[in-house]
């Protein structure tokens, strides 16, 4: 008899459906961008509609099944914010010495590398 919940899928899998879409959500963005006009409002929704399951699969992810996911998810999601606010500020500094401007998918894929260190980084310590 298996002790785990067979109707959630496991961690592991939850993490690689959204690196996978995150991934693929990057790419439809951008070639939104370059797209003809006839496709260009397509690509955005199909965007859209990819960028919504991503954050579904974070949830899924999100809800670990014991004490110590929670508190590593916690740790990397916190190293996630800090980091981003440092790299914003970073980015607002070298816009007012004349460095151009970060796109805007700049920011989010800061935030999931930070992220993605933060869980591999706070995994690794012992409870």
Not at 18 to 24: D, E, P
Request: hydrophobic share 55%; no cysteine; proline share 3%.
């Amino acid at each position: 008899m298996s002790f785990r919940d067979s109707s959630r899928p496991p961690n592991r899998n939850v993490l690689w459906l959204f690196y996978s879409l995150a991934f693929l959500s990057a790419i439809v963005f951008s070639a939104a961008s370059y797209a003809r006009a006839s496709y260009h409002w397509f690509l955005l929704i199909l965007g859209l509609a990819v960028a919504l399951a991503t954050a579904f699969f974070l949830v899924v992810f999100l809800r670990s099944r014991d004490e110590r996911e929670h508190q590593i998810n916690y740790r990397a999601l916190t190293f996630a914010f800090v980091g981003a606010l440092v790299f914003s500020l970073v980015v607002g500094v070298a816009q007012q010495f004349g460095f151009h401007s970060v796109s805007w998918l700049g920011l989010p894929t800061v935030m999931i590398v930070l992220w993605s260190f933060g869980l591999i980084l706070y995994s690794w310590r012992d409870p």
